[in-house]
């Protein structure tokens, strides 16, 4: 499999796992996987507490949208989410992604063709909110990058994996939401987004942590960036402190 497919994968069994161990109050959950002619097909259940599936319309409330954004991840391949359970029932579900189909995400785009001298403008309201995304960690940004797919106002123009890719980045496709990770090799975030904010006042920088308290918390905030995230509630905040912090920037 292409390196995003394997990473999207492994990321959503591991995800369908945690929710077991968190949710299902059993003690073990049970994986196979199998190839059948040109699909690849994982299964992932458990026989615990189970759960009221919500209605296949889009209105998935907070506490599965894990489960949605899983869907619409696989959707992007050209695979499919399925999953069974009803209370006391335990929980069943399935992964399938054709084999022979070319992934539908990309983890770059070509730069915005620009004319010698124009100004960015890195808060655009005619288009949706245009995103960086920053971490050493391909299956974070893979995972962060799958959550904000799923929002049609959001758009993430590339990656980076440092702080200086994040410089050449910014100033290549002039984004107006860095979401940046604290730890990386080379250049951290917290003297990136000092460095990026020295030079375009106007991008918005939100930044991520596993530890989001205390030092950290204070040098992100002094470098410039409007917030500092736990990687852990990235997940579910992540798209609001976006609007948020493009609706300060553009007052």
Known sequence: LPEDQTVL????????????????????????????????????????????????????????????SIRERMKALGGSFGIESAPGR???????????????????VAPVSRKVGEKADLADKR??????????????????????DAYPDVEVVAEASDGEEALAAVDKLRPAVIVMDINM??????????????????????????NA??????AMLKAGAQVLLTKE?????????????TKSGRR
């Open 9 to 68: 994968l492994f990321q959503s069994v591991r995800e369908l796992l945690i929710n077991s161990w968190k949710h299902a109050g059993t003690g073990s959950a049970h994986v196979e996987m199998e190839r059948r002619a040109d699909v690849l097909r994982i299964e992932v259940r458990d026989a615990g507490k189970g759960f009221v599936v919500p209605a296949d319309d889009g209105s998935i409330p907070s506490p599965q949208f894990g489960l949605f």
């Open 90 to 108: 335990g929980t069943r579900c399935i992964l399938q992604l054709p084999l022979a189909r070319q992934t539908a995400v990309e983890c770059d």
């Open 127 to 148: 288009g949706p909110i245009r995103v960086l995304l920053v971490d050493d960690h391909a299956m974070v940004r893979q995972g962060l990058r799958s959550v904000l």
């Open 185 to 210: 090799p080379r250049m951290n975030g917290i003297e990136a987004t000092g460095r990026i904010k020295a030079q375009y006042p106007g991008a918005e920088i939100i930044g991520l942590s596993v």
């Open 213 to 218: 308290e205390g030092n950290n918390q204070d």
């Open 233 to 245: 509630a990235a997940v579910e905040h992540l798209y609001g402190a976006i609007q948020r912090a």
